[in-house]
């Protein structure tokens, strides 16, 4: 059962809309089952002209409201709307009156036994459904609280579900996004549009922080995506940002200003401390920005950590104008910086090494800025802030990556993904309750792994997760292993960029572990008894799956036409982790064990 609060201003027009035809005459015997009398003296008498005459309801109802005068409620008139699920038996009128009082003596409205309560009625004019509509003001003169009744609504919807063995639906664990309003879908259809604003803002900013590291990454993200971003900063200390709010150009209201959302206008878990939390290793919500958290680098090849290094550095470059700024913005990267002193002259810096940060195993291995690459010597970038060139427009990450990085991205990515899957599997017999965090980071593997691919089923799969990731009422979960390898899949997976033709195969295994770590999260929320977050997880798994048919069958991939079999392709697709899959020239004839290939309709040959 779902129950709906909603607010007005005047009894009375809606009254006489329960009571009506409806918008499209779905109407029928509109009666009233219950209320604070018996349902027979509240009910409107019919004048002879087969018309309701409403003036001694109106009455009623509004009687209690003159008492408070000024003291009312700017809205006063609470109006919930409880409609059965589909497959439900239908109720008669004797039930619906008994899960109407149920309702209101559960949300404190309306007590048994309390007289002074306010004045309310339960109006049925469908077989699936009532309306109940009470007037906020007490016969004894005092203003109820109504403050989380929406909470205590779904409550009572749970408790009546069980009573009357209705279908199970899911308590109000504050794990669902924000939804569009009434007024918001009907203008996004009015103006064409596939998904109301609100909806696509909180899918990009969703995406933009799955594989952000730091604040001021995320906002570029937010507006290399064409999204308006506005930051909110402290009354009490300077240039100390506290929030944000983002919106589209092209939606705006009548006097032509950018409609704005806030974090928490879009989700739960996208306010900015929460998400500061995602890039530093705090435990719980950050009000300030902090040191990023350093990827987990068991999970990263020696290629990787080498391409990473070097489009840390060349991004600290781009943003530095200094030796001090640059030195400044690896360190708050989460990366080690050792300057080279000379030998001849006192405290002049003439080089420097970066480096991971060391575990309590390995000790950090140092890489000079002059081997990652050329224009990165500390004299070159010397050279660089003091000319105009300084001037450039950064490059993405992705652009600075060979082709054998970008799959050593995609393969470690799908090595994490398949690690914190196994990680996953030792809370099922244990405690389901431990894989909080590695279901929070699902959600940007997912996002990123979507906008990397550009495959609509992981981009549906990632919408439909959305749900299975959040933990109950807000909290924020500890950083685990597993999760800290989900985000090493993200942030891999976004600085990796688009699929080339050489990553293929290793995208159909990143899909792959995808699917069972989905699977096994399925299961995680089912013990939980999370029955909702487990029907999302389900359905991104089975969206995932039509992803893997997608990358499996040839005939919806663009083959390309200037690909030869060569002894160096062969030998590096006879690997068991392919470096690039296997093409055919379109040239060559069919062998004669194939079949001869079909002429498609439209295609040339």
């Not at 205590?152 to 109000?172: K, M, N, W």
């Not at 995320?218 to 009354?235: K, T, Y």
């Not at 950018?258 to 989700?267: D, E, Q, V, Y």
């Not at 640059?326 to 360190?331: E, Y």
Request: charged residues 25%; positive net charge; glycine residues 6%.
């Amino acid at each position: 059962m779902i129950g709906k609060v909603l607010r007005g201003k005047r009894v009375e027009g809606l009254i006489r809309y329960l009571y009506g035809p409806g918008r499209l005459g779905e109407h029928h015997d509109p009666r009233i089952v219950a209320g604070f009398d018996e349902p027979g003296e509240l009910e409107p008498p019919i004048r002879a002209d087969g018309s309701r005459d409403f003036r001694r309801l109106d009455g009623l109802l509004s009687q209690p409201l003159a008492l408070l005068g000024e003291r009312n409620y700017r809205k006063p008139v609470w109006h919930l709307a409880l409609r059965a699920a589909p497959e439900d038996p239908i109720l008669d009128d004797h039930q619906w009156a008994e899960i109407a009082r149920e309702m209101m003596a559960r949300t404190g409205l309306a007590a048994d036994g309390d007289d002074d309560a306010v004045r309310w009625i339960a109006v049925r004019h469908g077989e699936d459904h009532i309306h109940v509509v009470a007037t906020l003001a007490r016969i004894d003169g005092v203003r109820p609280d109504v403050w989380n009744d929406g909470y205590r609504v779904r409550d009572a919807c749970r408790a009546i579900e069980q009573r009357f063995g209705l279908r199970s639906t899911a308590p109000a664990d504050r794990t669902a996004a924000r939804r569009p309003t009434r007024g918001e879908i009907e203008k996004a259809v009015r103006r064409g549009r596939p998904v109301p604003p609100r909806t696509l803002l909180h899918r990009k900013v969703q995406t933009a922080a799955a594989g952000a590291r730091t604040e001021t990454e995320f906002f570029d993200r937010l507006r290399a995506d064409g999204v308006l971003v506005r930051q909110r900063f402290s009354h009490r200390t300077a240039d100390e940002v506290t929030g944000y709010a983002v919106a589209l150009a092209d939606d705006v209201n009548a006097d032509g200003e950018p409609i704005w959302f806030g974090g928490s206008k879009l989700a739960a878990d996208l306010t900015l401390p929460k998400l500061r939390t995602r890039w530093t290793a705090a435990d719980g919500p950050v009000r300030a920005p902090s040191v990023v958290r350093p990827l987990d680098r068991c999970h990263l090849s020696a290629r990787t950590r080498r391409a990473l290094l070097r489009t840390a550095v060349r991004r600290a470059a781009d943003q530095a104008r200094t030796t001090t700024q640059f030195f400044h913005r690896l360190q708050d990267e989460g990366f080690l910086v050792k300057p080279r002193y000379s030998q001849t002259v006192p405290g002049q810096i003439t080089g420097y090494a970066v480096a991971f940060p060391a575990d309590n195993v390995t000790e950090p291995k140092w890489s000079p800025g002059s081997r990652l690459a050329e224009d990165l010597s500390l004299t070159r970038l010397q050279q660089r802030w003091a000319s105009s060139f300084r001037h450039r427009t950064p490059a993405t990450d992705h652009d600075d990556l060979t082709p054998e990085e970008r799959q050593a991205f995609y393969d470690d990515a799908a090595r994490a993904a398949s690690y914190a899957t196994a990680q996953i599997r030792r809370h099922l017999a244990t405690n389901p309750h431990a894989a909080q965090d590695a279901c929070w980071a699902a959600s940007d593997a997912l996002h990123t792994a979507a906008q990397a691919t550009g495959n609509h089923h992981l981009h549906h799969a990632a919408n439909s997760y959305d749900r299975a990731a959040r933990a109950p009422y807000g909290r924020i979960p500890r950083p685990t292993p597993a999760g800290n390898a989900l985000r090493t899949t993200a942030r891999l997976l976004a600085l990796a960029g688009s699929v080339k033709d050489r990553t293929t195969i290793s995208t159909m295994l990143l899909v792959a572990n995808l699917i069972t770590l989905l699977d096994t999260i399925t299961e995680i929320r089912r013990l939980q008894n999370h029955r909702a977050q487990a029907e999302a997880a389900r359905q991104a798994s089975a969206q995932t799956r039509l992803a893997r048919t997608t990358a499996d069958d040839p005939a919806r991939r663009v083959p390309d036409p200037t690909a030869t079999v060569s002894p160096a392709r062969l030998a590096m697709t006879a690997f068991p982790n392919p470096w690039a899959p296997l093409h055919t020239d379109t040239s060559d004839p069919a062998r004669p064990d194939s079949p001869a290939p079909s002429i498609r309709p439209g295609r040339h040959l």
